[in-house]
C-alpha cells in the first residue's frame, strides 16, 4: 500500500468585495471562510477604496478562523495560494501581500492563481455535491464582475473563445433591478418574481453580437426605455406587473446567454459543459442546461453554489493542482489587476 501524503493548501482571495480564506486536504474542503462586506450596499454597487480597507480589516481574522476551523495548526500548511488578479488593485494587493509574508513567515511555498481559472476549477473540488468534469469541456463563468465561455484542454490549458464586451451579465440583472426599484444585488430577486411570471410578457430585442462574445449594456438600454414608455402611460405599470417584467428580463438574458452557448458547442463540437459565477444560480439558467441535457445530449456540471460566489476554496484547489505540479511562484511576485487565463 502506498502512504499518502497529506497536502494541506491555505487559499487566500480577495479581488472584490469579499474576503475569503479556506483549507483544501488531499482535494477536499476543510474550510471556506467568507467575510462579505455590507459597507458597499448603501452605494448600489463595490466602492474599490473602501473594499482595500475592509479586506485589511478582515483579512487576519479570516484566515486565522479558517485554519481553526479545518483543525489544522499553520505549521501543518504546505503552502499559500492567492488570486494575484484579475480584479481591483487595492483589493488584490491586501490578499498578495499577506500570502507573501505568510509563506516567508512558514517557510512553505507560495502559489499564484488567476481568479478566473479558479471560478473554472471550483469545479475540481472534490466534493458529493457536485461533479468533476472531463476533458475537454466548455466553462461558461456568469457573474457581477465576469461572462467568458473558455474552452478547456486540461487544467492549465484554457482558451478564451468568447467575453462580454461591455457588461458582465450579473450588472445586467442588478442594473435592470434597479430601474425597477429593488435592493442591490437584484439577481435572486429577479429571479425569485420571474418564477411566478410570465416570461413572453415583455419581448426584449436581442443584441447583434459576432461571434461567441456578448454585449449587455444595449439591453440595459432597452429595458429603460421600456419601461419609461410604460410609465408615461400608467405610472403604476412596474407595481402592476413586477412579475412579469422580471420573468420576461430573466428570459431575455438567458436566450442571451445560452444563443452563445449553443453556438460555442457548435464551433468546438463539445458537450460537456461546467458553469461558474454568482449567476448560475439562477434558476432559468439550470432549466435551460437541464433542457440542453435532455434535447442536445449535453453533460452539465453546476458547481456547489459555496463554490460559485467568490470563495477562497477555488483558489486553494488550484493551489493543490499546482502544488502537484512543483509550481510554484517567488517572493518577487506583485499583484495584476488585468490578468487573462
Ligand atoms: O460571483 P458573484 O457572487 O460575485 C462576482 O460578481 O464576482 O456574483 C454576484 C452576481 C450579482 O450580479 C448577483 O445579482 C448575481 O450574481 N446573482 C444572480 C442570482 N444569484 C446571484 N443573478 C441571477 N439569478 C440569481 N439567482
Ligand atoms: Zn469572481
Redesign the pocket.
Known sequence: MTTHKDIYILGIESS?D?TSAAIIHNGKKLSNVVANQEVHKAYGGVVPELASRAHQQNIVPVVQQAIAQAGIDKEQLSAVAFTRGPGLMGSLLVGTSFAKSLALGLNIPLIEVNHMQA?ILAHFIEDEAQTIPNFPFLAMT?????TQIVKVNHHFDMEVIGHTIDD????A??KS?KMLGLPY????I???YAQEGNSTAFPFPKPKVPGLDFSFSGFKTSVLYFLQKQQKQDPDFIAKHLKDICASI?HAIINILMDKLKKAVKETGIKEIAIG???S?????RNALKQGESSYGWTTHIPKFEY???NAAMIAIVGYLKYLEGDFTDQSITAKARFSI
Do not use: M
Open positions: 472584490c469579499d471560478h456568469i457573474s457581477g464582475g465576469h458582465a451579465v450579473g450588472e440583472f442588478d433591478g444585488p437584484a439577481g435572486p429577479i429571479d425569485k430573466q459565477g454568482g449567476v444560480a439562477n434558476s432559468g439558467i460559485t460566489t467568490d
